[in-house]
C-alpha cells in the first residue's frame, strides 16, 4: 500500500527566504508523485509531478521537488518565496488502486 | 476552458436534514471523483466514476451516502440524514482517462451542519 508523510503542519518563512516543505512516502512499486497547492476557499491544483525520467522536477511559480528514491522523498522547494505564495501545500502518490493518496499537508506562511 | 464548476458553495443545514451537492467537470474528463476534506486534513476520495459507472465507492458510508453520474457528465452527491460529523468541504474533480493523479479540482461546498 501507498502513503506519504508530510512533516510540519505548519512552516513559516520571510519574503525572499529559500522554502522548503518535505514530503516522505511509501510505495512498494515505482511511485508517480504530486504536489498540490490549495489557496483559502478554492480547489486543489497541480504543482508538479513526478513520474519517470529526470528526478527535479520543475513547476508552476518557481517551484521544483526532487525525487530521491535511496531517502523515499519528494521534498517541495523554492529559491525566494512570494507572499503569494502564503497557501496549503499536499504532497500525494499516486496509488496501485488507480487513486491518489494525499499527505495531511502544510500550510505556508509568509512573513513580511 | 472553464474549469470544474461546483454548487453550492456554502450550505447550512440542521442534522437529519438532506442535502445535495452538485458537479459540472471539465468537458471531455470522463473520470469524476467526489472527495472529502476535513479541517486540517487531506482530501479523502469517497467515490470515482468512469463516465457513468462507479469503479471505486469503497470509501462512500452507503447507510446515508448516495452518488450519482447520469449521461457520465454531470454528478449529484447525497447524504440523508445528515449528521454533525458530516461538517466538511466536498471536493469534485475530473480527470482524463489515463491521467495517472493528475486531476482538476472544483472549489468546493463547504458544508455546516448544526
Known amino acids: 500500500a501507498q502513503s506519504v508523510t508530510q512533516l510540519g503542519s505548519h512552516v513559516s518563512v520571510s519574503e525572499g527566504a529559500l522554502v522548503l516543505l518535505r514530503c516522505n512516502y511509501s510505495?512498494?512499486?515505482?511511485?508517480?508523485l504530486f504536489w498540490y497547492v490549495q489557496y483559502p476557499n478554492q480547489g486543489l491544483q497541480l504543482l508538479l509531478k513526478?513520474?519517470?525520467?529526470?528526478?527535479l522536477v520543475k513547476g508552476i511559480n518557481g517551484f521544483e521537488a526532487e525525487f530521491k528514491k535511496s531517502e523515499t522523498s519528494f521534498h517541495l522547494t523554492k529559491p525566494s518565496a512570494h507572499m503569494s505564495d502564503a497557501a496549503e501545500y499536499f504532497c500525494?502518490?499516486?496509488?496501485?488502486?488507480?487513486?491518489?493518496?494525499f499527505g495531511s499537508g502544510t500550510r505556508l506562511s509568509i512573513r513580511p | 476552458e472553464a474549469g470544474v464548476v461546483q454548487s453550492p458553495r456554502y450550505k447550512i443545514i440542521e442534522k437529519k436534514q438532506p442535502v445535495a451537492f452538485w458537479c459540472n467537470p471539465i468537458s471531455g474528463h470522463n473520470t469524476l471523483y467526489w472527495y472529502l476534506q476535513n479541517l486540517g486534513q487531506g482530501p479523502e476520495l469517497l467515490i470515482r466514476?468512469?463516465?457513468?459507472?462507479?469503479?471505486?465507492d469503497s470509501q462512500l458510508p452507503k447507510d446515508r451516502f448516495s452518488a450519482e453520474r447520469l449521461k457520465g457528465v454531470d454528478s449529484t452527491l447525497k447524504i440523508q440524514p445528515a449528521e454533525l460529523g458530516d461538517s466538511a468541504v466536498y471536493l469534485c474533480?475530473?480527470?482524463?482517462?489515463?491521467?495517472?493523479?493528475?486531476?482538476?479540482f472544483g472549489p468546493g461546498t463547504r458544508l455546516t451542519v448544526t
Open positions: 513526478y513520474t519517470t525520467g529526470a528526478t
Open positions: 510505495s512498494s512499486v515505482p511511485p508517480y
Open positions: 500525494a502518490v499516486y496509488s496501485s488502486a488507480s487513486k491518489i493518496i
Open positions: 474533480a475530473s480527470s482524463l482517462a489515463g491521467s495517472q493523479g493528475e486531476q482538476y
Open positions: 466514476y468512469e463516465n457513468e459507472e462507479a469503479v471505486d
